[in-house]
């Protein structure tokens, strides 16, 4: 079922409206949706180099205004829809035992989530339901899925068709790298 999903969310990136749509899957990624806007977005700049900036711009304000909702859900219906959505992602046990500690590294969990491959929609339902400061999450939601959004469009800008393969195969690894580089970065920083 989730393959037959990912094949056809890669078929919208070559719609007339692909911008309406990833705008479309980016937030409802955020909150519900189990395709990463990825999915468009790279065969988007693949065809449209021009335009990679665009779509980067649209993925993110999309992505954190579906953010918001997922935050809204985790904060005022956490029992009725939070709750079953990351029962089905397999996340429900361990809520509560994260809540506790969510919120000392909310800042972290969020930036972590909006750039891995992490489900971000887990962070945004799990920031609203333990009361993270909702400027807090805003900020960082913009910081992680700019950064997220914004380096994948430059490298297709600048490498095209021969960059798509990398990144499909090696996205999480990436992203791992590069989260570990900025905690490395910011522990240097803030002890030397």
Known sequence: MLNRLYTRTLALADHPRALWLLA????????????????LIIPMIIARPNRAWLIASVALVASVIGGM???????????????????TLGKADAMAEFSTKFNDFGFWAVL???????????ITIMSGWTGM????????SILARGLR????????????????????KRLGLMSILFVILLFGGFYLVRYL
Not at 69 to 87: E, K, M, N, V
Not at 133 to 140: D, H, M, N, Q, S
Not at 151 to 164: N, V
């Open 133 to 140: 400061p909702i400027g807090t999450f805003i900020a960082t």
């Open 69 to 87: 909702l997922g935050y809204a859900i985790g904060a005022f219906a956490y029992d009725q829809i939070g709750q079953p959505i990351l029962a």
């Open 112 to 122: 972590t989530a909006g750039i891995t491959p992490f489900p971000y929609k887990v």
């Open 24 to 39: 479309l899957v980016a937030f409802v990624e955020s909150s519900v949706f189990p395709i990463p806007p990825d999915v």
């Open 149 to 168: 959004f914004f380096i994948l469009a430059g490298l297709l800008w600048k490498y095209g068709a021969p960059i798509r393969d990398f990144i499909e």
